[in-house]
Nanobody
Framework: VQLQASGGGLEQAGGSLRLSCAAS????????MAWFRQAPGKDRQFVAS????????YYADSMKGRFTISRDNAKYTVYLQMNDLKLEDTAVYYCAAKPPQAGDYIYWGQGTQVTVSS
C-alpha cells in the first residue's frame, strides 16, 4: 500500500496550491479518502474527506469555501485544491484512506509540506 502526496510548496498568502495523492496497493474506489494536516507543535487536524463515490464531502470549518477535495477513481488519486491560502494553513498535509464500514483511517501518506508566506 502506498499513498504518495505531492504538490506542496511555498506560496504567498492569498495564493493557491493543488495537492495530489496517488494511491496504490488497495481498492481505491471503495475507500473514503481524506486530507489531514499537522502544523509544528500542534496536533494533527482533519481538513476534508470524500466518500468512495465522491458525493459526500466534509470539511473542517476553517477550510470551508477555500478548500475543495475531489477524487478520480480511474487514476487512483485524490486532490485538495487550496485557495485563498492563509498563514495558518502552513503545515504538513497528509492523505489518508479508510476502508468501507471502518471507523478509522488505516493508510497514511508521507505528507507534503505547505508553507504560506506573508
Amino acid at each position: 500500500v502506498q499513498l504518495q502526496a505531492s504538490g506542496g510548496g511555498l506560496e504567498q498568502a492569498g495564493g493557491s496550491l493543488r495537492l495530489s495523492c496517488a494511491a496504490s496497493g488497495f481498492t481505491f474506489s471503495t475507500y473514503t479518502m481524506a486530507w489531514f494536516r499537522q502544523a509544528p507543535g500542534k496536533d494533527r487536524q482533519f481538513v476534508a474527506s470524500i466518500n468512495w463515490r465522491g458525493v459526500t464531502l466534509y470539511y473542517a470549518d476553517s477550510m470551508k469555501g477555500r478548500f475543495t477535495i475531489s477524487r478520480d477513481n480511474a487514476k487512483y488519486t485524490v486532490y485538495l485544491q487550496m485557495n485563498d491560502l492563509k498563514l495558518e494553513d502552513t503545515a504538513v498535509y497528509y492523505c489518508a484512506a479508510k476502508p468501507p464500514q471502518a471507523g478509522d483511517y488505516i493508510y497514511w501518506g508521507q505528507g507534503t509540506q505547505v508553507t504560506v508566506s506573508s
